[in-house]
Every structure is written in structure tokens, then in C-alpha cells.
């Protein structure tokens, strides 16, 4: 069978009429989800803000050879080398090393399904669509269920026996502290482990075409000609080293530090930060995560503008160059829109969630408004020529 297909389907005007009224009901949910998207993420950013400047302000740099029992309960911050004794071992191939993480990753080779539709609209209002569905084969650390590909002959994908697999040192220490699974999960596995050649009998008890490459676990015949079902497997960890944590001292471990802005504090990342610099690189990812949210909000005010308006566009295209102009005005149309309601509820919900600071920056405004007016007005008498003296 080929790997390319192609299909064109036709979709008459009414049915278009008919669909896009059902759409009007999606846009319509589609602005008011957005504008509870963009009012939450408003109050969401200024509580994380209100925490983490919170959290900045009662923080206490503690040594991390000595529990100081007179920090409990305080949120603290420490730095140091942190280590683990005991290997953690990969249950199915027998995989051990030492670290504070260990991590499996089992990718397989996998038919893809890849989509592309291309749309012409006809005079008389008719639509016809061009699908054309192309088949690679890729690895995947995901399962690809080839059941709902289009064209599922001869692009099955088997079984996955193989995933991922995470394990958490027991014994993991930050001198004098103890790192339990909440702080050892947010430090990012991402050294990677070579497997040794040595292991590659103990990988054979899993599969007879079991062997190792480029420091990965290759099943399958021929790694440079993989076939679908092979896999490639590979290990990551967290190693012993130097991290830095941010956390309530709850005896000699770290546990979650709830503010009284609303947020639970817990940090952790690897290398040698101070409290400063740990508090300020959360602070721009917050600034961050409310921008991309912000932008998905207004995206989702445009297309839902964008779908009440669209039953107009189709019953234009009966006529398909006055429905592409019309298609282009209702594009823009929902732009504006967007923009206007998304500004207007980040306005609202920052004079909900920030009333002193939407009033002084108002009152700055106005200040600013009225001097601007003044001044135009003087320059605007200033170049009014005197009346000539009489005769």
C-alpha cells in the first residue's frame, strides 16, 4: 500500500449554513471561557507575585551541615552538595547506578499519520476539501494508535511493552536533611546513563535481538535499518551534586511553605543559586506563564467572535470573492474585538485584584492627561496671532 493518500470530499452551502449556525454556539462559549481564562490568570498572577514576594522577604539562609530546630516551621534556604548512597535500579533490564533520580526513556519506531487539508470554495456557496494523509515512521516515546489512522492497512502499529520509569533515591540527603520525593521531583533528570556493553546478556533475557548501542539499549535486528515495533531505550538522572532548596523545615526535611497570599512555596533546582536569584528566576517565570495565558485568551475571544460571525461569510460565499473579503473583514473585526475585551478584563481584574495600584496608575494617567491638555492649549494661544490694533 502507498504511504500517500488522497482524498477530496464536497460540502454543499447549506450544509456550511448549517454548520457554522452550530459554530455560533461554540463561539459564543468560546468568548465568555475567555474571559474567565483571562480573569482568573490575572488573580492567579498576583497571588503567585504576593507569594513569592512574600516568600522573599521571611526567607532564612540556613547551613545545611546542622538542623536548627529553631527554623522549624520557617521557610529556609539551603545549598549544598546533595547525595544518595543506595543504586536505584531499573526493574526490567537491571539497570543500576547511583544518583538522586534514575529515569527510563523506551522510545518505539511507529507509523505517524500527518494531516493536511486544503479547502476550495465554489461559486454557488459549495465547498470542497483535499485531504491528503501522509505515513512516516518515527520514534515515539508516546504509543501511536494506529486504530485511528484513516488509512490503518498496512501502517499497524503493535502493542507497546515497553514506557517510561522513574525512581527516587530513599536515602537521598542534603547534608544534614533529608530530600524526599517533593523536592527530589523538581530537579530535572537530564544526565544521561551509558549502558554498559557488558550488560547487553542481562538485556538478552528480555529479548534474543536485545543488544547495546551508542551507549542505549537497541531491541530489534538491525539498528541501522529499524523496523517497526523496534525500540531504543535510554536512562537519565539526577546525579549527586550541588542543588539549592527552598522550603519549610518540617524536622530535618523540606515540605511546602504556605503563605499567607494564597501560594505553597517549594524549590528546588540543581547548582548553587541563592535565595535572591531562585526567587527571581520563579518571579519571570510567573511573568511569563501570565503573558502565555494572556495570549491564549485573547486567541480564544478572536475565534469565538470569529465562529458568531462566520454564518455571514458562508451565506457571502455563494459568491466566493465576495465571501473571502467579508471572510477577511470578520477576521479582523474579531481582532479588535479580542483585543478590546481581553484589555478590558485584565483592566477589571486589575482593579479587582490590584485596586491601589489601578487607582494611582489612573490618577497618573489623568495627571498626565490633563497636563498634556494644558500644554497643547497654551501652545495653541501662543500661536493665535493678536488681533490687529484699530484704525
Known amino acids: 500500500m502507498p504511504d500517500t493518500f488522497v482524498e477530496t470530499t464536497r460540502t454543499s452551502w447549506l450544509s456550511r449554513i448549517a454548520q457554522s449556525l452550530l459554530g455560533v454556539i461554540f463561539g459564543i462559549l468560546f468568548v465568555f471561557g475567555s474571559i474567565v481564562l483571562l480573569f482568573w490568570n490575572e488573580g492567579r498572577a498576583v497571588q503567585t507575585a504576593r507569594s513569592l514576594a512574600e516568600g522573599g522577604k521571611v526567607v532564612i539562609d540556613a547551613a545545611p551541615e546542622v538542623v536548627d530546630s529553631a527554623n522549624d516551621g520557617k521557610l529556609i534556604h539551603v545549598s549544598g552538595n546533595a547525595a544518595a548512597t543506595a543504586p536505584l535500579r531499573d526493574p526490567d533490564f537491571d539497570i543500576a547506578t547511583v544518583a538522586l533520580r534514575l529515569v527510563r526513556v523506551a522510545e518505539m519506531y511507529q507509523w505517524q499519520e500527518n494531516k493536511r487539508e486544503e479547502t476550495r470554495k465554489n461559486l454557488g456557496g459549495s465547498e470542497e476539501t483535499v485531504t491528503t494523509y501522509t505515513y512516516n515512521k518515527v520514534w515515539s516515546k508516546d504509543e501511536i494508535r494506529s486504530g485511528d489512522f484513516r488509512h490503518p492497512e498496512d501502517h499497524n502499529n503493535p502493542p507497546k511493552r515497553y514506557g517510561g520509569m522513574g525512581e527516587m533515591a530513599k536515602d537521598a540527603t542534603l547534608g544534614a536533611f533529608r530530600l524526599d520525593i517533593a523536592v527530589l521531583t523538581l530537579l530535572p533528570a537530564n544526565a544521561p546513563v551509558r549502558v554498559d556493553a557488558k550488560a547487553a546478556d542481562k538485556?538478552?533475557?528480555?529479548?534474543?535481538?536485545?543488544?547495546?548501542?551508542?551507549?542505549?539499549?537497541?531491541?530489534?535486528?538491525?539498528?541501522?535499518?529499524?523496523?517497526?515495533?523496534?525500540?531504543?531505550?535510554?536512562?537519565?538522572?539526577?546525579?549527586?551534586?550541588?542543588?539549592?532548596?527552598?522550603?519549610?523545615?518540617?524536622?530535618?526535611?523540606?515540605?511546602f511553605y504556605q503563605t499567607k497570599a494564597g501560594d505553597r512555596l517549594l524549590m528546588a533546582v540543581p547548582g548553587t543559586q541563592s535565595a535572591a536569584d531562585m526567587f527571581k528566576e520563579a518571579e519571570e517565570e510567573n511573568r511569563i506563564l501570565t503573558?502565555?495565558?494572556?495570549?491564549?485568551?485573547?486567541?480564544?475571544?478572536?475565534?469565538?467572535?470569529f465562529l458568531v460571525l462566520r454564518p455571514l461569510v458562508v451565506v457571502a460565499d455563494v459568491v466566493p470573492v465576495i465571501g473571502n473579503i467579508l471572510g477577511a473583514g470578520a477576521g479582523l473585526v474579531a481582532l479588535v474585538f479580542a483585543i478590546a475585551v481581553g484589555s478590558a478584563v485584565i483592566a477589571i481584574a486589575w482593579l479587582w485584584y490590584r485596586p491601589l495600584v489601578s487607582l494611582a496608575v489612573l490618577a497618573v494617567g489623568a495627571v498626565a492627561g490633563i497636563g498634556l491638555h494644558r500644554l497643547a492649549a497654551r501652545r495653541g494661544a501662543a500661536r493665535t496671532p493678536a488681533p490687529a490694533p484699530a484704525a
Open 291 to 305: 503573558w502565555v495565558i494572556r495570549v491564549a485568551g485573547i486567541f480564544a475571544a478572536w475565534l469565538g467572535v
Open 203 to 255: 538485556v538478552k533475557t528480555h529479548a534474543a535481538n536485545a543488544q547495546v548501542v551508542g551507549g542505549q539499549i537497541y531491541i530489534g535486528a538491525d539498528p541501522d535499518h529499524p523496523a517497526i515495533g523496534d525500540y531504543r531505550i535510554s536512562f537519565a538522572t539526577a546525579p549527586n551534586g550541588p542543588i539549592s532548596v527552598i522550603g519549610r523545615q518540617a524536622g530535618s526535611a523540606f515540605a
